[in-house]
Every structure is written in C-alpha cells, then in structure tokens.
C-alpha cells in the first residue's frame, strides 16, 4: 500500500516556509507515496496549489490532511511551534509518524504529549552528523541560509561600505568584519562577507576550524586548547568551563572593537548560547558598527542581544534576528524539503514505512514512539520536569 503523506501549511507566527516543494515531491515517486497537500501551504514560499496537483496531489482542507496522511512532514511540529501547534493535537491520531523541527531538547512536555497521542516522532535537529546522513541534514541546511543573510543585513544596516573602492573621490577602505563560531552559519557569513570585499576575521573554540576559516580568506584568531577538547564527538561544540570563557573574553576583548561589524553564531544544542559579547566590549566599537547575534533565539552571543529587535547602545547596533530562514522562503523550503525527502527515503525503503531502532540515523531522531518517549535525552528531561 502506497505511503500517504500530508503536508499542512505552516501556523507557527511569520513562518513562510513549507516542507514539501512539488519538484521534492519527485524524489519521492519511486516510493510510491500519495500526497495530501493543504490548499496554499506553499503560497508564502512561492510555490502555489496548481504545481502540487500537477504532480497528482490532492489539494484538501487541514483536518483532511491529518485524517488521510500516515506521515505528517512540517517544518515546525508541536516542539516548535508550542502555541499555534496545540490546535492539531486533537488531529493526530494513533500511529501516524510526524517529522519535523520540533525543539525536542527544549520542548519535552510537547513531546510527552504526543507519546500520549500514540504518534511516534521524528526531530530533525538530531539527524547525526555521520557521512550517511549528510542529505538528511536540515540543520546544516537552514544554518546556510542563515550566514549568508545574517551578513546582508550586516551590510544594509552598516552605514559604511563593504568592499575597498578605489573612486575619483578618493579610496574607500574595507569593512572589518568578524564572524564568531565557526559551523556551517559562521562559514557561510565568512564567505558571503568575503564575496563582498570585507576583510574577515574569525573565532572558534575548536582548533580543527582553522584550516577551513583560512580556506575562505579569513584570519583565525584562536584560544589555545589541547587538540579536540572544545568538541563533542558529533562535530559540535562542547559547553566549556568558566576558565575557559574567562580566556576567550580576553580574546575578544582585544579583536571586537577594531571591527565594524560582528557576526556571532555560537550555539551548544541543547543549551544556553555562551555569552561571548559583553556590555563593555560594545562600548569599545565605534559609533555607527554593527552586531547581528544568530544566536539570539537561546539568549544571544551579546550581553546585550534582545530577541527580535534591534537596540542601539552607544551608537552600535546590535541586531538579534529570529527565524531567518523564513526570510528566505523559496530557497529554504527548497533545501529542507529535500533533506526531509532524503529522511523519508531512508525510513520507506521500497514502498513501506519502517522504524528500526538499530539503524544509527533512526534512533537518533526518533523521539516518541509506541506510546513513549524514547529519546533517552529527551525522557531525562521529562522525568527531571516532573519531579
């Protein structure tokens, strides 16, 4: 029996991506999966009904979505979406699978409550960082995207130039931007920065980065560490100590005011963003300088980062953007669909739906299933939260 998939339009306030886009949908075909599509779920990323039922797919209200699909693909389930999300909690029904971003090490309860729901669960933000799983990985996808707009508003809000000019009026000198964190967001502003004349310079806790920073054109300034102490065994950076973070502010504190603009994506999953920014640290910047915090959605980089908004504080700008993916909704649609779609593949194998515990990838992401939550970080969380 075909694999039925359901796509319904995204609730979550300002979120203009979709999971699924028709030409992802081919990806698909061998698998044999029909589609449920809610009418105008791509609208806002710029992919309308008429190519989705070109490609065969039924175009249908939301509570049809949820009653025919077997799997539900989102970009924000329950987890992330924990306000708007709760009107879908009665349309899930027992043995339906839901994969999406969901905020698992942020949203337990959300995700106790679809264990309670029957509905075994997949988050996106666990895809393991294996060779394997590199198609899968939408993390790394939205994290593209983020960079590389971090860094164009970096420029639209920076009352100066990017690139040296050499005019009639005399040579204008480049930016000076500086890029902290150095994962895949901090390697796509560090290019994007580059493409447009800045000279950049970058930081990261992790050593083995250097090489990849230099690559791009960039300076590495560095904190000395034994080699792989600043890094989990999953590619991220590991939550280091006071002593630590007291060196790394000595660094910065030296590096953060000769630059116009500061870029900071230093983000432990799961956890607090390290402050790596302080009040005086901006005080040293010049009037007019720029900091646009990618981590502002779990605190920020900057002690003065406030989510959402832009504050200025002595003439600096510091700016704490939410969501940016969604600014960039063709394209971020485009790539996530195809990450869900190399993970749906993964799971259906020739035409049924499969949950294998063994398999690396699908234990990984598999949060709740057969009534429970099973994440063993995640059921932690849980039991911590109701004690």
Not at 98 to 125: H, Q
Not at 236 to 261: I, N, T
Request: aromatic letters at 6%; glycine letters at 10%.
């Amino acid at each position: 029996m075909p694999i039925r998939v359901g796509i319904p339009s995204e609730t979550y306030p300002g979120e203009r991506r979709v999971a699924m886009t028709p030409r992802a949908m081919d990806l698909l075909a061998k698998s044999g999966a029909e589609w449920w599509i809610e009418s105008g779920a791509g609208a806002g990323a710029g992919f309308p009904d008429s190519e989705y039922a070109a490609r065969g797919a039924r175009l249908v209200g939301r509570k049809e979505v949820f009653q025919a699909a077997d799997v539900i693909l989102q970009v924000r389930t329950l987890g992330a979406n924990p306000e708007a999300g709760q009107y879908d909690r009665a349309l899930f029904r027992q043995g339906q699978v839901v994969i999406g971003f969901g905020e698992p090490l942020a949203a337990a309860s959300e995700y106790g409550e679809l264990a309670e729901r029957g509905v075994a669960s997949f988050a996106m933000e666990l895809i393991p960082r294996i060779t394997r799983a590199q198609p899968m990985d939408a993390l790394s996808s939205m994290a593209t995207i983020a960079g590389y707009k971090a860094v164009l508003i970096a420029a639209d809000t920076l009352p100066r130039l990017f690139p040296m000019l050499m005019t009639a009026a005399g040579t204008l000198t480049p930016a000076r931007v500086l890029v902290l964190g150095a994962g895949v967001a901090g390697l796509q502003a560090i290019a994007t920065a580059r493409r447009l004349g800045a000279v950049v310079s970058a930081h990261d806790v992790r050593p083995a980065v250097k090489e990849q920073i230099e690559s791009l054109g960039a300076r590495f300034i560095g904190v000395d560490l034994p080699a792989g102490s600043a890094e989990s065994r999953d590619g991220y950076a590991k939550q280091m100590g006071e002593d630590f973070y007291r060196r790394q502010r000595e660094v910065l504190a030296e590096a953060v005011p000769k630059q116009d603009v500061v870029i900071t994506t230093a983000a432990v999953p799961g956890a607090k963003a390290p402050l790596l920014i302080t009040r005086d640290m901006v005080a040293g910047m010049a009037p007019g300088s720029v900091i646009v915090d990618l981590a502002a959605e779990r605190g920020g980089n900057c002690e003065l980062t406030q989510p959402g908004r832009t504050v200025l504080e002595g003439g600096v700008s510091i700016l704490g953007p939410l969501n940016l993916p969604s600014t960039v909704p063709y394209h971020a649609s485009q790539m996530y669909s195809r990450n869900l779609a190399a993970f749906l593949r993964h799971l259906a194998g020739e035409r049924e739906l499969k949950i294998d515990p063994e398999d690396e990838i699908t234990r990984e992401t598999l949060v709740t299933w057969r009534g429970e939550v099973v994440h063993p970080r995640v059921r932690e969380l849980l039991e911590h939260h109701a004690v």
